[in-house]
């Protein structure tokens, strides 16, 4: 027989229901029977979302961009940037066979590399705050809002969060609903990383470009330059206050 129960949750976050046992009792409850079960179903537990309002300076975040990178070579085979004399170590399949053949000489053409216009919204989840469960809440219901707004303006998103075993960095680009559901999956179940694990996340991020890093959490990290790899970047801090606008941080 299924039937449906209501579970109280304390918190947010990414909760393991097991029944272990259950007592059956005729309709007038004259007898009953114990039995053993075994039954375990995950759920998430959603922050409260909050009304925010976001102002663009400018639509680079609404849409995706054509610009391209000038610091690393392209790979896109339909923006060619340029031609050049064939060096060693140029892929072969870059080369431009018709051109070269004219001109008695291998050319190569150069690609451009799209930065991607994106937002890049960043959970803080630093050991600090393990303690401190309405901190946790706070903080995973301001990620969540943020989330649910920049998508509600069609900003173009990736998250992402410190895993606490590793301590590199977990990054999602969130296109539609199944993919924000399965990111919130993970990101509620995250631990309370080890204290300065969350400064590994620049390794997993220097290869892309983003606009704007908003990064929400209980403090500013530590190597925050090296996260923000040239971008603009704004920490929401739970229960303090504090910016560094010589670095672009707010």
């Not at 005729?26 to 976001?54: A, F, N, Q």
């Not at 500013?220 to 929401?236: K, W």
């Amino acid at each position: 027989k299924e039937m449906d129960f209501e579970v109280q949750s304390g918190h947010a976050g990414r909760y393991k229901i097991s029944v272990s046992n259950a007592v059956i009792m005729d309709p007038l409850m004259l007898w009953s029977k114990e039995v053993r079960c075994d039954g375990t179903k995950y759920i998430t537990v959603m922050p409260e979302l909050y009304e925010m309002h976001m102002s663009y300076a400018t639509d680079a975040a609404l849409l995706e961009n054509n610009r391209v990178s000038d610091a690393r070579r392209g790979e896109d085979p339909g923006d060619v940037r340029g031609i050049r004399e064939y060096v060693a170590g140029d892929p072969v399949r870059n080369i431009h066979w018709k051109l070269s053949e004219k001109v008695d000489k291998l050319l190569v053409k150069e690609l451009g590399t799209p930065i991607a216009e994106q937002f890049l919204v960043i959970l803080g989840n630093s050991g600090d705050k393990s303690n401190d469960p309405e901190a946790l809440e706070a903080i995973a219901s301001v990620f969540a809002s943020l989330i649910e707004t920049l998508r509600q303006d069609h900003v173009s998103l990736t998250i992402a969060w410190s895993d606490a075993l590793t301590g590199r960095a977990v990054i999602k680009k969130i296109n539609d609903e199944e993919d924000l559901k399965t990111a919130a999956d993970e990101y509620l179940a995250a631990p309370a990383s080890a204290q300065g694990a969350f400064a590994n996340i620049d390794r997993d991020l220097a290869d892309e470009k983003y606009p704007h890093i908003i990064i929400v959490g209980g403090k500013i990290p530590t190597g925050l330059e090296a996260i923000a790899n040239g971008s603009n970047v704004t920490v929401l801090v739970n229960g303090s206050s504090g910016s560094a606008t010589e670095n672009k941080v707010s």
